[in-house]
């Protein structure tokens, strides 16, 4: 059973009808939208207005040793011309 006071939606959008490629996620009760563009991608999203707004960023980087941790970089866009 879960707790109905803490549920949310996810909504999730395949923006190439493919589940490995770019994807919009919404979560209900929030104004923001988080993006899943494999790097691969990116240049595919260069005519996307609501891509061009201010946005917190994260790039996944693999393990340099199977010991290591992946890392990941955080990073901040002012938004694109």
């Known amino acids: 059973m879960y707790n109905k006071q803490y549920a949310k939606t996810i909504k999730l959008f ?4 493919d589940p490995e490629g770019r994807m919009m ?3 209900s009760n929030w104004n923001g ?3 899943r563009i494999p790097r ?3 240049k595919d999203c260069t005519d996307r207005a609501d891509l061009k707004s201010t ?3 994260l790039l996944f980087g693999k393990a340099e040793s199977s010991t290591s ?3 990941v970089y955080i ?3 002012s938004g694109c011309p």
């Open 14 to 17: 395949l923006m190439d009808a």
């Open 33 to 35: 939208k988080a993006y």
């Open 69 to 71: 941790k992946p890392k």
């Open 75 to 77: 990073g901040e866009s």
């Open 40 to 42: 691969g991608k990116v």
């Open 25 to 27: 996620c919404e979560l």
């Open 55 to 57: 946005s917190v960023y």
